[in-house]
């Protein structure tokens, strides 16, 4: 069968296919009653529980506190008090950003203190929902679409006031957030402006909020040292009438802010946007069918859920959008698409490799975005929110996304042009990567970097080989040829009396002392690994080369006893903040560097091993309860690898489009990919069936799915 043929056929296809399902379709089962947003947001998971659309711009929500490593998403569901409701966050990261616009309904305040305490067995929440009841008798409603947030509060018959924040922000080691705005109150229904915040990363948004009802009063609260953005009271007719209120955002201008209201919420339906966005959810969540108990479909569905809550789209509905350069675009992409909150390092591993078997007609705009940036900035993104690169993390993992998505047949994009921005991300010295010192020695020298050498020498190895294959497919062999010797560097890390990636200077000289289990972070515990130690580090290149690794520690059995004592030595007093959280042995699943290796198992004479292995952290480390996910989602990585083992295979090489066969933890799944459908099933005997056919051990191609 010609693949790339059938491939593109079907990508012509999807636009058609998904235009029809949103005017038409209506799932058979409402899977949203699956779905528990609350899941992750009690610990370490970093999740909220606010609506958002599916990769939509806006994410209303409440907000407990708007500093602090537990609050990167606003929410703590052990925290008794609400500061507000703010309008824009990421899902699962590690630093807090973004928490646009607080809004704070209240009757009265003490000493302008506007935090209140709430009823918790008045907080629900669903997708596209979300609903609590304040301690001051309020009760809020908030839903949305893609670029518009909807609130509605309904008052006791007493006093109607609003807090209008706009110096709020979820800040990370800043005290001062907002560094210019320019707010104009329009007539007495609507406010507009800019706010431009410098926390992660610097940006500008811009806005509109329109109210149902006029307010009847305005005050201006005053501004705290260092604070730029003005913090108003709306004092409002009393009544027990619901007052509603939209607030549309834009990263281009006003007038986008305006264009994205008038367009997306003409009207003040509440109950009408709720509808729709549950809809949308239904025809997103629905791609997937599964037989499973009550249980683990909630814990799945959800994983789904929060898969699909980015990247996010920030163009406006004309297809218009800042980028990196701060100047505005518009995008190329058919759908008028621009994607962002790209957290490369974590879901290069997973997240992208479902999006190209759940969502293909996803696929070409999130590379299309990454070129443009690449095109914007001088270098492909690393870690993007609003448009904006925060270099957060290492590696230039936009690299494997797009060589996935061009080894599974995908051309929606230039691939001439997407090769020759990853070869000028890889060979021009950028603020992430020094490719003058990596190709003197091979290797990033300890004494010549200021922290993660070994991590850094580590990763680039898979960037490396992705540009290798992807070069080679393309019939460019002396590009091949220098990646593929890059992607082979991690060899000069290895160090034959440890068996461990160890950092060596630039005289070619260990580090000493070295201990394997203690665990570096740039941020927390600077040394040569990533939130990890080397023993989690060791497993990096065995993504793209099993072969090699297997090699350097003298075969197959030698391999498979590493494995077996990864996953039992203990670590004396684990950091969740170093990446040592959800373990079993070395293995920590609360991180992603770690992720692949228990699929590792699979080229072993003990594959049963690691199947063991997968099904005890299926069971160990989800749940459907609020503490249900160890370790932070990070932007859907910690879903899809959820999703991944419950099917029962598992991209451990992310861009060969290739997946590690394992076995289905459900009995029966269909996946709706593009025009296909794919059955998967558990046999009898326990082993993966896709199609019926049993794929082969110890991997199976993309294509195989498809016959």
Not at 223 to 252: D, E, H, M, N
Not at 529 to 535: G, H, I, M, R
Request: charged share 20%; aromatic share 14%.
């Amino acid at each position: 069968m010609n693949h790339q043929r059938y491939h593109i056929s079907l990508l012509l296809l999807c636009g058609l296919v998904f235009i029809l399902e949103c005017c038409s379709y209506k799932p058979q089962q409402n899977y949203t009653q699956f779905v528990n947003p609350f899941i992750g947001t009690d610990g370490t998971g970093h999740t909220f529980p606010g609506p958002s659309m599916p990769f939509g711009m806006v994410q209303p929500g409440p907000d407990n506190r708007d500093q602090g490593w537990d609050y990167t998403s606003g929410y703590q569901y052990r925290d008794s008090m609400i500061l507000g409701f703010s309008q824009t966050r990421a899902n699962g990261t590690g630093i807090n950003e973004f928490g646009d616009i607080l809004l704070q309904p209240f009757t009265h305040a003490d000493n302008n203190n506007f935090a209140c305490s709430y009823n918790k067995q008045t907080e629900k929440a669903a997708p596209g929902f979300y609903t609590v009841t304040l301690s001051n008798q309020v009760q809020v409603e908030l839903t949305c679409t893609e670029r518009v947030a909807f609130h509605r509060y309904t008052y006791p018959d007493t006093a109607k006031k609003l807090l209008v924040d706009f110096q709020h922000g979820l800040r990370f080691l800043t005290d001062s957030l907002v560094v210019s705005s320019s707010v104009t109150v329009e007539g007495n229904r609507v406010l507009s402006g800019y706010c431009r915040t410098r926390n992660w990363v610097e940006r500008t948004y811009f806005f509109v909020l329109e109210f149902e009802e006029p307010f009847i009063y305005v005050d201006t609260l005053p501004l705290a040292a260092k604070q730029k953005a003005p913090r108003y009271i709306l004092q409002f007719k009393p009544g027990t009438q619901p007052l509603q209120t939209k607030i549309a955002l834009s990263t281009v201008s006003v007038e986008g802010a305006r264009k994205n209201l008038q367009q997306e919420l003409p009207h003040w339906n509440f109950g009408l946007v709720r509808s729709k966005a549950d809809e949308a959810w239904n025809r997103y969540l629905g791609r997937v069918q599964i037989e499973a108990p009550l249980k683990e479909k909630q814990i799945f569905y959800s994983a789904l859920y929060r898969l699909f809550l980015q990247p996010s789209n920030i163009a406006d509905v004309d297809g218009r959008y800042r980028g990196p350069d701060d100047a505005v675009h518009t995008s190329p992409s058919r759908n008028r698409a621009y994607y962002s909150t790209f957290s490369l390092w974590d879901t290069y591993r997973a997240a992208h490799p479902l999006y190209t078997l759940l969502l293909p007609e996803k696929v070409d705009d999130f590379v299309l975005s990454m070129i443009q940036h690449s095109q914007q900035a001088g270098f492909l993104p690393i870690w993007t929110a609003w448009g904006q690169d925060n270099y957060c993390m290492i590696g230039n993992h936009a690299i494997p996304v797009i060589v996935d998505a061009y080894m599974k047949g995908f051309r929606g994009f230039d691939a001439e042009a997407a090769l020759q921005e990853m070869i000028k991300s890889t060979s021009q010295n950028h603020i992430n990567s020094n490719w003058s010192l990596l190709n003197q020695y091979g290797y990033y020298p300890f004494d010549s970097l200021r922290d993660e050498a070994v991590s850094r020498t580590l990763e680039h190895g898979v960037d490396d080989y992705c540009i290798a294959i992807m070069a080679k497919k393309m019939g460019k062999d002396s590009i091949a040829t220098l990646y593929f010797k890059r992607a082979s560097y991690y060899k000069n890390l290895y160090d034959t009396v440890t068996k461990q990636m160890r950092g060596k200077d630039s005289k070619g000289n260990w580090r000493t002392p070295f201990d394997p289990l203690n665990a570096t972070s740039p941020m927390n515990n600077p040394g040569d690994y990533t939130e990890a130690n080397a023993w989690q580090y060791f497993w990096t290149p065995a993504q793209y080369d099993v072969t090699g690794l297997q090699t350097l520690l003298g075969g197959t059995a030698a391999f498979e006893q590493q494995l077996d004592q990864f996953f039992t030595i203990q670590s004396p007093d684990p950091d969740k903040h170093l990446g040592q959280e959800a373990l079993i042995g070395q293995y920590a699943h609360g991180n992603e560097p770690s992720h692949h290796v228990a699929y590792l198992y699979a080229f072993t004479n003990n594959p049963a091993k690691g199947q063991q292995i997968i099904k005890d952290i299926c069971n160990r480390f989800y749940n459907n309860t609020p503490t249900g996910l160890i370790g932070n989602d990070d932007c859907g990585q910690m879903s899809a690898w959820y999703i991944f083992s419950m099917l029962g295979f598992y991209p451990v090489n992310p861009a060969d489009a290739s997946f590690v066969t394992g076995i289905p933890q459900i009995n029966h799944a269909t996946i709706q990919s593009g025009n296909k459908k794919i059955t998967i099933r558990k046999s009898n005997n326990g082993q993966l069936l896709i199609n019926g056919k049993q794929p082969s051990i110890p991997f199976f191609s993309f294509e195989f799915l498809y016959e």
